[in-house]
């Protein structure tokens, strides 16, 4: 489809849902880590104007009142773990059913903390699926320096190895393991496959690229066959039967096919083999920063606006004039990025995409 057509499409799609279906709510600019290749670091905030102030557990109040569905939730941060009312935040998004699937990343550095806050999520929520992402990005070395921080590794693994057992007790919750994928570990690919499989084999690996502006420019310089040989592992121990990844709810085999496919288009756009056009961030997909800014990607400098100038009302922002401008400048410019996020609600709008997808799920059954 040409741009015109996405950009009918895009704003069809933001004035029917009136909000963002795939929100990522950034709830603490706070971090335990200060991990080399993070884009959400101090630059990229003064670049953004992202100010450091926080929105309260009252103004997030309003913000979920305004919303009438979200199908997915992903808080974030910093380390979304550091608010002290981070369940109840959550809650706010949940009840009445908004909330379809959420999930959380985190570097599982306090393990006790984590598995205590995790607990009060999954007690207080006990139908919802929800998923938490805990990084690991190579062995302990290796981890410890992406991290900059000692014993990152040891209390990583520890927290995977704990929410673990709390998947055997609800059958709502699934535990993920994510790895970014940068010039410090691309060359350990398959050790930490190895890893990954003796401490979580029966659960998800997710490979990210590293993205954006990290804190180290050397990470970003990834070669194409280390990002697609992760891929290739992951793809044959589904099929060998000794992977399972998504779990937890009725759409996770859908979604693991999903990740197959994604990670093909993620090769290509690093081969530079991959056309852009027909994102659906700013219509499916949007952000939200902890001071109320309003963005349609993380990767995009251009803000919608402060949620607070609109009375926290997201409907009235989302389908601003100006975001109307920024949507149909993402089709205009062929936007083309490898965040994930964007690259998953963009199957939904991207009929092309739909064969593969079939035949994946037809192979994870």
Same mark, same amino acid.
């Given at each position: 489809?040409?741009?015109?057509?996405?950009?009918?499409?895009?704003?069809?799609?933001?004035?029917?849902?009136?909000?963002?279906? %795939?929100?990522?709510?950034?709830?603490?600019?706070?971090?335990?880590?200060?991990? /080399?290749?993070?884009? %959400?670091?101090?630059?990229?905030?003064?670049?953004?104007?992202?100010?450091?102030?926080?929105?309260? %557990?009252? &103004?997030?109040?309003?913000?979920?009142?305004?919303?009438?569905?979200?199908?997915?939730?992903?808080?974030?941060?910093?380390?979304?773990?550091?608010?002290?009312?981070?369940?109840?935040?959550?809650?706010?998004?949940?009840?009445?059913?908004?909330?379809?699937?959420?999930?959380?990343?985190?570097?599982?550095?306090?393990?006790?903390?984590?598995?205590?806050?995790?607990?009060?999520?999954?007690?207080?929520?006990?139908?919802?699926?929800?998923?938490?992402?805990?990084?690991?990005?190579?062995?302990?070395?290796?981890?410890?320096?992406?991290?900059?921080? #000692?014993?990152?590794? /040891?209390?990583?693994?520890?927290?995977?190895?704990?929410?673990?057992?709390?998947?055997?007790?609800?059958?709502?919750?699934?535990?993920?393991?994510?790895?970014?994928?940068?010039?410090?570990?691309? +060359?350990?690919?398959? &050790?930490?496959? +190895?890893?990954?499989?003796?401490?979580?084999?029966?659960? &998800?690996?997710?490979?990210?690229?590293?993205?954006?502006?990290?804190?180290? $420019?050397?990470?970003?310089?990834?070669?194409?066959?280390?990002?697609?040989?992760?891929?290739?592992?992951? $793809?044959?121990?589904?099929?060998?039967?000794?992977?399972?990844?998504?779990?937890?709810?009725?759409?996770? #085999?859908?979604?693991?096919?999903?990740?197959?496919?994604?990670?093909?288009?993620?090769?290509?756009?690093?081969?530079?083999?991959?056309?852009?056009?027909?994102?659906?961030?700013?219509?499916?997909?949007?952000?939200?920063?902890? +001071?109320?800014?309003?963005?349609?990607?993380?990767?995009?400098? /251009?803000?919608?606006?402060?949620?607070?100038?609109?009375?926290?009302?997201?409907?009235?922002?989302?389908?601003? #004039?100006?975001?109307?401008?920024?949507?149909?400048?993402?089709?205009?410019?062929?936007?083309?990025?490898?965040?994930?996020?964007?690259?998953?609600?963009?199957?939904?709008?991207?009929?092309?995409?739909?064969? $593969?997808?079939?035949?994946?799920?037809? #192979?994870?059954?």
């Amino acid at each position: 489809m040409k741009a015109f057509t996405y950009k009918l499409l895009t704003k069809a799609l933001s004035r029917y849902f009136k909000t963002p279906q %795939y929100l990522i709510l950034y709830v603490t600019n706070n971090c335990w880590m200060k991990c /080399k290749h993070c884009f %959400y670091n101090e630059e990229f905030r003064n670049t953004n104007n992202i100010k450091n102030e926080l929105l309260t %557990y009252a &103004e997030l109040g309003k913000i979920a009142g305004s919303i009438k569905k979200i199908l997915y939730l992903s808080i974030t941060g910093g380390e979304p773990f550091m608010r002290d009312d981070l369940e109840d935040i959550i809650k706010l998004f949940t009840k009445s059913n908004k909330v379809f699937r959420y999930q959380m990343p985190t570097s599982g550095f306090m393990t006790s903390l984590i598995l205590e806050k995790t607990q009060r999520i999954l007690e207080e929520n006990p139908k919802i699926p929800f998923r938490v992402h805990v990084s690991l990005d190579g062995n302990e070395e290796i981890h410890d320096k992406i991290r900059a921080k #000692k014993g990152a590794y /040891k209390n990583a693994v520890e927290t995977i190895l704990e929410l673990n057992k709390l998947k055997k007790k609800y059958s709502h919750f699934d535990t993920g393991i994510a790895t970014t994928i940068s010039n410090y570990n691309q +060359d350990i690919i398959q &050790e930490i496959s +190895d890893i990954v499989e003796t401490i979580h084999p029966d659960g &998800e690996w997710c490979i990210n690229i590293i993205r954006g502006n990290p804190i180290d $420019s050397e990470l970003n310089d990834v070669l194409p066959e280390n990002y697609s040989k992760a891929g290739e592992i992951i $793809s044959r121990r589904i099929k060998e039967g000794s992977y399972k990844g998504y779990s937890g709810h009725s759409t996770a #085999k859908l979604l693991t096919a999903k990740n197959i496919v994604r990670r093909r288009i993620i090769l290509k756009i690093l081969e530079n083999k991959h056309k852009g056009g027909g994102c659906s961030a700013g219509a499916l997909g949007g952000v939200i920063y902890p +001071d109320g800014s309003v963005y349609a990607c993380e990767l995009l400098n /251009k803000s919608f606006g402060n949620i607070k100038d609109y009375n926290y009302n997201l409907p009235l922002l989302w389908n601003s #004039k100006k975001a109307d401008i920024i949507r149909n400048g993402i089709q205009d410019s062929k936007c083309i990025c490898t965040q994930e996020c964007n690259l998953s609600t963009n199957f939904l709008i991207q009929p092309q995409l739909w064969p $593969s997808l079939v035949i994946e799920r037809i #192979k994870c059954s």
